[in-house]
């Protein structure tokens, strides 16, 4: 009996050993994820998600571009009327606009030319508000996380 508690003790510290090393290499798979910032993207804030996130294709002032592609207009933009459209596009994509759904475990990779980032519900809800209410838009109703949630690629409700 005397023996067996330090072989328990060293299996333990290994066990803790082990879990620390886990931890550690953590950070180096969220960048081969691509995240550009991960502080940035576990805001909520929804003019941060846009000026990290969207504004690449669509313009600091929502004014979209045409050139290698066409980007949409956020301001004078009649489809940015329905929230539940814009949710839609933002979770599942639309021809050359990426998917940014957040992953479920067994999902498959984000097809896309740029390295995937994922938003929760909360944050898709937050960047529709935030452009509804921005770029000459002045919608009053908002969509919350919720409603955003049960607009999810394949969900049942
Ligand atoms: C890599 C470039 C790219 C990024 C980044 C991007 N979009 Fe788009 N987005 C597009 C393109 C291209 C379209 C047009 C899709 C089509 O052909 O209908 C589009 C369309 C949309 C539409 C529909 C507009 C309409 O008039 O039908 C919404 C809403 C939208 N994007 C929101 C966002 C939001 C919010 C973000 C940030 C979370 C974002 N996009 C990031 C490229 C991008």
Redesign the pocket.
């Known amino acids: 009996m005397k023996i067996i508690k330090p072989i328990k003790a060293t299996y333990a510290a290994s066990l803790v050993l082990l879990l620390l090393a886990g931890l550690v290499s953590q950070p180096a798979c969220a960048d081969s994820a691509g995240i550009r910032d991960e502080a940035l993207l576990k805001t909520t804030d929804g003019g941060q ?2 000026a990290q ?2 504004q ?3 313009m600091p002032k929502g004014q979209g571009a045409i050139g290698a ?4 207009a ?1 301001a004078h ?1 009649p ?2 009327s329905s929230a539940p ?2 949710a839609l ?2 979770l599942g994509g ?5 998917a ?1 759904a957040s992953r479920d475990p067994g999902d498959s990779e984000q097809e ?3 390295a995937p980032i994922w ?1 929760t519900d909360a944050q898709v809800a937050s ?2 508000n935030y ?1 509804r209410t921005h770029f000459g838009n002045d919608y009053k109703d908002a969509i919350t996380a919720d409603e955003v949630k049960a607009l999810h690629p394949g969900s049942t409700r």
């Not at 592609?69 to 949409?72: N, S």
């Not at 639309?94 to 990426?98: D, F, G, H, I, K």
């Open positions: 998600i846009y996130i969207c690449g294709c669509h592609g066409h980007y949409p956020f933009n489809t940015m459209y814009m596009t933002i639309r021809r050359n606009m990426p940014f896309s030319f740029i938003l960047v529709i452009i």
